[in-house]
């Protein structure tokens, strides 16, 4: 699976940004997938992840609320509607996906080990 994110920007503070990710492979539908995040000198954080079904959704608690994950399989599409965006949001924003063979992969959401394919990320700058 390979995997591109896109549309970050500059954004003020209680803005909007829509965040894509464009996945290639055919194993797409069997993937679970998450999104992470990591501001300048910081470690890479768990921001949000969708199950491979898209019926189940977690998100860190800074962004419950706020930020909403979808996917559409049909087009190997995921998304993070990002509302009301705050400057401690600002990040560069990755796309992770989860191998299909992964084992109790929705229980290995919220740490980056669990995801085996990563994006290249997207800056995401909120200003005040």
């Known amino acids: 699976v390979q995997l591109q994110a896109s549309g970050g920007g500059l954004v003020q503070a209680g803005g909007s940004l829509r965040l894509s990710c464009a996945a290639s492979?055919?194993?797409?539908?069997?993937?679970?997938m998450g999104w992470f995040r990591q501001a300048p000198g910081k470690e890479r954080e768990f921001v949000a992840a969708i199950s491979v079904s898209g019926y189940s959704t977690d998100y860190t608690d800074s962004v419950k609320g706020r930020f909403t994950i979808s996917r559409d399989n049909a087009k190997k599409m995921m998304f993070l509607h990002m509302n009301s965006l705050k400057p401690e949001d600002t990040a560069v924003y990755y796309c992770a996906a989860q191998s299909q063979v992964r084992r109790n992969s929705w229980q290995a959401r919220l740490g980056v080990n669990g995801y085996d394919y990563w994006g290249q990320g997207t800056q995401v700058t909120v200003s005040s």
């Open positions: 492979g055919s194993t797409f539908g069997n993937n679970g």
